[in-house]
């Protein structure tokens, strides 16, 4: 068996004191053989988070190194994990977010795909999403180790539908496992890029070398819980929950497209730079569905921006299908009360 890397683990926060204390709890709990380290970034969250985690670490009896950190201001994830990355000592970054558990064995899986495969640059596992009404039952899957692990699937940029087009969202890259030699090659993740800090690690990495994909659940997504991502998404069914999430969405599209559109020509810049004329052509495929996604997102930016024709004409050129779709091309109050008063009804039933 080659040599272990070592590992960093990297949980991000902000405001969850309510979920830390789990969260920590579990990156403590895994029984990686290798070296691993644990980063907590907290945002400078305004509740009890911060201190929960010192709490946490000073209760610590491991002999991993530990470093809990602050930036000197709120940063978002972007920022926060530029932040993190500062205090990285290894190769490789195991994200973790502050609402979510980890399955004990999630840094032995990771380590062992990578020992196995030295050219890897990034690894995708698979994600389970729970609720507060379901954590026990998600804990008490985390805590159990599997005895055989799948072998992971090669993705290669340079060659053609290895990477299938909806992995470009932030559904799949979410809380997946990073080199850190993007950020030598590329700098810092751009600051603006709020809640994309994923994505674009994704699309750096992708550049650099292949990725693995192992189809094992290792990351337990907590839902409801205001978490960063859903722009403090409360798991509500009714009228205000919908238009908070609606509104959310409109501001997401548009604050994320030039850190995007930044990070796709830092991609386009690196193949024409570093890859031979050959690469560069099997590579086409990789760069479309960058092109492709980026012109998918600039159409969403106008959605509740403009009037319902445009809805209509966005939905039409993205293919969206269905009647949930047709009730989004109404004004946006009245599709929240639709679709508010169809799970209240379907909820009775």
Avoid at 84 to 90: D, I, L, P, R
Wanted: aromatic share 10%; glycine share 6%; net charge neutral.
């Amino acid at each position: 068996m080659p040599q272990l890397p070592k590992l960093s683990y990297v949980l991000l926060s902000h405001n969850r004191e309510k979920y830390i204390r789990a969260a920590i709890e579990s990156a403590f709990a895994q029984d990686y053989e290798g070296e691993l380290e644990y980063i907590f970034s907290d945002d400078c969250s305004t509740d009890r988070t911060f201190e929960i985690i010192k709490e946490c670490v000073a209760a610590y009896k491991g002999g991993r190194r530990v470093v809990v950190t602050q930036p000197p201001t709120n940063q978002h994830l972007a920022g926060n994990t530029n932040h993190a990355v500062k205090f990285v000592e290894s190769d490789w970054i195991v994200r973790a977010d502050d609402d979510d558990l980890s399955s004990v064995d999630r840094c032995t899986i990771i380590g062992k795909a990578i020992a196995e495969h030295p050219e890897a640059t990034f690894v995708f596992t698979r994600m389970e999403n729970f609720t507060d009404t379901d954590a026990e039952e998600a804990l008490r899957k985390s805590q159990c180790k599997r005895d055989s692990i799948p072998q992971p699937r090669i993705l290669d940029a340079r060659e053609a539908n290895t990477i299938p087009l909806q992995w470009f969202s932030m559904k799949q890259c979410l809380h997946q496992v990073w080199s850190t030699e993007h950020f030598r090659k590329f700098g810092p993740l751009p600051k603006d890029g709020y809640w994309v800090d994923d994505v674009m690690a994704f699309w750096r990495c992708c550049v650099l070398g292949v990725g693995l994909d192992l189809d094992v659940v290792t990351s337990y997504i907590r839902n409801g819980s205001g978490n960063m991502c859903r722009g403090g998404d409360d798991g509500g069914k009714g009228y205000q929950a919908i238009i908070r999430l609606e509104q959310f969405n409109d501001r997401y599209q548009n604050m994320t497209l030039a850190p995007l559109r930044t990070t796709c020509r830092q991609m386009k810049d690196y193949i024409a730079d570093h890859y031979s004329p050959e690469a560069r052509e099997q590579s086409t495929p990789f760069i479309r569905a960058l092109e492709h996604n980026l012109a998918a997102r600039e159409l969403l930016c106008t959605y509740w921006r403009r009037g319902t024709l445009n809805r209509i004409r966005v939905a039409r050129k993205l293919g969206y299908h269905g009647i949930f779709s047709m009730l989004r091309c109404l004004p946006m109050p009245v599709f929240a009360a639709l679709l508010a008063l169809f799970r209240k009804i379907h909820k009775k039933h």
